[in-house]
């Protein structure tokens, strides 16, 4: 199911096509990827991951979310701009993302798809009011809960409460 990708730590970006000659879906494919390149040369992504402990998943997924959603946005700007005739013929199957998961239970669909659809909700929050400029400033605070990607209103000041557990 993966079309492209780029891998952080061997700054290697990917995008897997059969005959060699970009169709619109993989330059789609490509705009996402090279989001995250360019995402990395700015704010080195493996070092934000790696900077987070282990044990705060929560937190690596809000991450996630922003990576992901920061690359969905780019990808969907750029297909409205310069593929949006293109993708008007086109079957849905053939679009980065668009493999059915309804053979998988409804809580893996959602794990897989939070960080795209609800990084890309997040992002427009800030991208609506202030373009390029207040998504930067995401990465410059990236938020520090899921509870944040889902409830934006809460970001940056209502961080997430420690539990301890008995």
């Known amino acids: 199911q993966v079309a492209g990708f780029f891998d952080p730590k061997t700054k290697q970006l990917t995008v897997l096509d059969d005959d ?17 390149a360019i995402g990395d040369q700015h704010w080195d992504l493996q070092g934000m991951k790696d900077a987070i402990p282990l044990l705060e998943g ?23 701009k310069h593929a ?27 794990q897989l798809l939070f960080p795209y659809l609800d990084g890309l909700s997040f992002l427009m929050t800030a991208w609506g009011p202030g373009g390029w400029d ?15 990607i889902m409830h934006p209103e809460k970001y940056p000041d209502e961080g997430p409460i420690e539990v301890v557990l008995p």
């Open 134 to 148: 207040g998504v930067n400033a995401l990465w410059d605070a990236p938020p520090v809960s899921t509870e944040q």
């Open 84 to 110: 949006a005739s293109d993708l008007m013929g086109l079957d849905e199957s053939a679009l980065p993302g668009s493999q059915s998961l309804d053979g998988l239970p409804q809580i893996i669909q959602r």
């Open 58 to 80: 929560d937190r690596q997924a809000a991450l996630q979310a922003l990576i992901e959603g920061d690359a969905t946005l780019l990808m969907t700007l750029w297909s409205a």
């Open 20 to 36: 060699g000659e970009l169709d619109v879906a993989s330059k789609i494919t490509l705009a996402h990827e090279a989001d995250h």
